[in-house]
């Protein structure tokens, strides 16, 4: 993870645990994150590490289970779910959020867009700040300017560097089983791994491990 994105979160968790300090000065507290960049890259990690950190419960939005064809139906299971944060003080995280908050003019059925975003605008703005809302995208420009307007925090994840793609590597051969058989066989991967996401780079170690087990 990103330096710059690890200290927004560490921010974040230390806000709320501050909780008090805060309602005592009548500050608000920020409780609207939005999560963007590649995929890959941690976001929804970094929505577990908020959860568990601040030990709430998280819900998940399944946007196949929410987003109806029916006039008014997206909206109304979207206030539902609110509902539930609000009564439970828990975090809702919203992948994809880019297909629910899209510019007003972007999508054919310009009429149904705009009264999702403008119920999304409304929750947003009566969410109790013990509940939290973590929304995630992978194209943050299709989001409406007003919706991006309202997140407290804006979190921009970043494909890894060289150095942190070398970090990535130690990590996943931390354990000392495994080594590369050439002492420049390391600088090559790291070469060669630029453009690509933590995940995809882990994965493909992982899978080249796993057939110097079987093929040794």
Known sequence: MDDKV???????IEEHHSAELLHKYELPIANKVLLHGPSGCGKTLASYVLAGELQKMMVVVNLGAIVSSKLGETSKNLAKIFRRAASEDCIIFIDEFDSLGKVRDYSQDHGEMKRVVNTILQLFDYLPQSSIVIAATNQ???IDDALMRRFDLNIKFDLPDGKKIKELVDLTLK???FKFDKPKAITKLIKESIGLSYYSIQKTLITAIKRSLFYQ
């Not at 690890?6 to 974040?12: A, G, N, S, V």
């Open 6 to 12: 690890k200290e927004q979160l560490e921010y974040f």
């Open 140 to 142: 943050v420009e299709m």
């Open 175 to 177: 354990n000392g089983h």
